[in-house]
C-alpha cells in the first residue's frame, strides 16, 4: 500500500526514540511511505511539557537545534514536502473567531490544513493518510490492509475519558483527510454553533458530524506514546 504520514503542529519532541522507530518500521515494512510536513515554530527556544493526556510522567524537552531546525527535521523525517512558518506569521491567515484566546485552535486547524494542501500539491494519490504530530506515535498500528476506506480510524487513548475526541492522530483514506483538513475554512460556524464548548476536540467532533462521517469514525485500541 502507499501511505503519506502528514504531519502538522509544533515541531515538539520531534527527535524522539518512538518517532525515529515508528518511522523506521513503516519504511522497513512492504508499504511505501511518504512524508509530508506543516510545522509552526515558537518565536524563540521554548520548554514543552508532555500533555497530560499521555499519562506518562512530566517531563520538559527543548527544540535544542532551533537554528538549525529545518535541516534537523529534514535528516529525521525525509520529507517530500516541508513547509515550516514562524508562530508570529499565523494568525493573519487564520479566520477571525469570535474570541481571541483561540489562537492555538486555529494554529492546529490551519497546520493541518496547509499539510493537506502541500498534499494536493503533490498530485499524488495513497491508499491512506496518517494525521499526526511530532511529539506522539503508535507503536500498534492495525492492519492496514483491513481498514475500511470509509472509516476514519483513531487511537482509543481516552478510555478513562470516552467522551472525548482524539484529534491528534488518525488513519483515513485520502479524499476523508481532505475532508477533515477543511474543518479550517469551517471554523467561524463552528464555533459560532459551540459556544460553551470551543476546544478543538468538540470542534473536529462537530465538523466531522456535519459531514456525516463521525458514524464512521472508528476507536480502536491502539494507544499513542510520547517521545523521551
Known sequence: MKIALCFYGQPRFHKNIEISYFLQTLKESEHTIEVYMHLWKPKSERNYIRSPWTNIEDSLAIIDDYGKLEDSIRQTYSPISLEIED??????????????????????????????ELLKKSGKTYDLVI????????????????????????????????????????????????????????????????SSDRSSENLLKMHLSNLGL??????????????K
Not at 477571525?96 to 492546529?108: A, C, D, K
Not at 482524539?166 to 471554523?187: G, P
Request: aromatic fraction near 12%.
Open 131 to 194: 494525521k499526526l504530530r511530532t511529539d506522539s506515535a503508535t507503536m500498534s498500528l492495525p492492519p492496514f490492509e483491513k481498514l475500511s476506506e470509509k472509516k476514519i480510524w483513531v487511537p482509543d487513548t481516552m478510555i478513562n475519558h470516552s467522551n472525548i475526541f482524539n484529534r491528534s492522530f488518525s488513519i483515513s483514506s485520502q479524499e476523508n483527510f481532505y475532508k477533515i483538513a477543511d474543518a479550517y475554512t469551517k471554523l467561524d460556524e463552528l464555533c459560532e454553533k459551540n
Open 214 to 227: 463521525l458514524s464512521g469514525v472508528k476507536r480502536n485500541r491502539f494507544n499513542i506514546v510520547t517521545g
Open 87 to 116: 508562530e508570529r506569521d499565523l494568525l493573519k491567515f487564520s479566520p477571525s473567531l469570535p474570541v481571541p484566546n483561540l489562537e492555538i485552535v486555529h494554529r492546529m486547524f490551519y497546520s493541518v490544513y496547509r499539510v493537506a
